[in-house]
């Protein structure tokens, strides 16, 4: 069975497109990362793609998002813009997305073969890429239909619909791409998970003998068949849970099912109180252009260090240096000041001894 997207009605508000331009030599590989960035997609060249209905711009979609069953298939439309000065030859196909080392929605270089859900899209034909030219202002719809396997997993599966254009740079081709992001998920047992694998910690103390900062390396997994974000809520504590810093909240952005991630969170403010006890909490979140995944999960985790306060140890070291200095100054002018009355009593008692014999 195949369902086509009925167009948006009138009233549906108008959403940002999901976009960003690489560019890259034709030797190179090109690993695309994706963001939301404007109504549609493009580049400063002169290429632009957004979703489409009913031959022209669909202003209510900031991506493609899908909600379909095992075997069913999709249709929908791109529409493609030659927004430059001159004709430009352009591919349009689709592939898979992953979380790249930074924790960015990228996309799989050009030359590298599609496994999900990349894999199920296809144009007129079944061919698997469109190739047309555009004359400058001029556009073109690309209808594609997303056809799932009846085998597919239930839950999240990402990629990205990129039209590209090669243009000569001197010696070298450029790859120009602009991509929309593609999800469609998988009806079944849906299992939003993400946890906290690992945390240390690591402190860092300032001229100030009390103050400091706490740096927590935290390792996140999406162990869960969902697309999750996260918002974390970091803070250090002392002996019997007093707080010793402020909260410092730090967003995490979307990682897709199975991606790991680790992220610094930095706490400042933070006293050199020997026992110091970081403490993360995480609560999962999805994008607001996101299908909702139902109850979506919480973590937290903590580490126990033991922090030697040498600002604060040198600081007593040098008061007490001082205060032996000014002891043993003292001493010393005691010990002087006695052997001057020891000395003058005993001159005192020969002059008088002197005299008497006279």
């Avoid at 690993?31 to 022209?56: E, M, Q, W």
């Amino acid at each position: 069975m195949i369902i086509r997207r009925p167009a948006p009605a009138a009233h549906h508000r108008s959403q940002v497109a999901t976009s960003l331009l690489v560019t890259l030599g034709l030797t190179l590989g090109l690993t695309l990362g994706v963001g939301a960035t404007g109504a549609r997609a493009d580049d400063s060249d002169g290429i632009a793609g957004s979703p489409a209905a009913n031959g022209s711009v669909d202003q209510s979609r900031s991506r493609y998002s899908y909600q379909v069953d095992p075997g069913q298939q999709v249709a929908d439309e791109y529409l493609v813009q030659n927004t430059g000065t001159t004709s430009q030859a352009v591919t349009v196909y689709a592939t898979d997305a992953f979380n790249a080392d930074d924790g960015s929605f990228s996309l799989l270089d050009g030359g590298v073969p599609s496994v999900d859900v990349g894999h199920w899209v296809s144009f007129t034909d079944g061919a698997d890429k469109v190739e047309v030219t555009l004359e400058p202002g001029g556009s073109q719809v690309i209808p594609f239909t997303v056809s799932v396997p009846a085998d597919a997993r239930p839950g999240d599966h990402a990629g990205g619909i990129i039209v590209s254009a090669l243009t000569p740079a001197g010696q070298v081709s450029v790859d120009r791409r602009v991509a929309i992001r593609l999800y469609t998920r998988v009806k079944g047992e849906l299992q939003p998970g993400l946890t906290i694998s690992s945390i240390s910690s690591s402190y860092r103390g300032e001229l100030n003998p009390f103050s400091g900062e706490t740096s927590l390396t935290v390792s996140l997994q999406n162990t869960g068949n969902v697309s999750l974000g996260a918002s974390t809520v970091a803070q250090v504590k002392g002996v019997f849970g007093i707080a010793l810093s402020e909260l410092t909240r730090t967003p995490i952005p979307e990682m897709l099912p199975g991606s790991s991630r680790t992220v610094t969170i930095v706490v400042p403010g933070v006293g050199p109180w020997v026992y110091l006890n970081p403490h993360v909490s995480l609560a999962a979140t999805v994008d607001a252009d996101a299908l909702p995944p139902g109850l979506l999960p919480t973590a937290e985790r903590s580490s126990d260090m033991f922090v030697v306060p040498w600002a604060l140890v040198i600081v007593l070291l040098l008061a007490g240096f001082a205060w032996l200095l000014v002891r043993l100054s003292r001493t010393r002018d005691a010990a002087r000041a006695r052997a001057w009355i020891e000395y003058t009593e005993a001159e005192a008692r020969r002059k008088a001894l002197g005299e008497s014999t006279a």
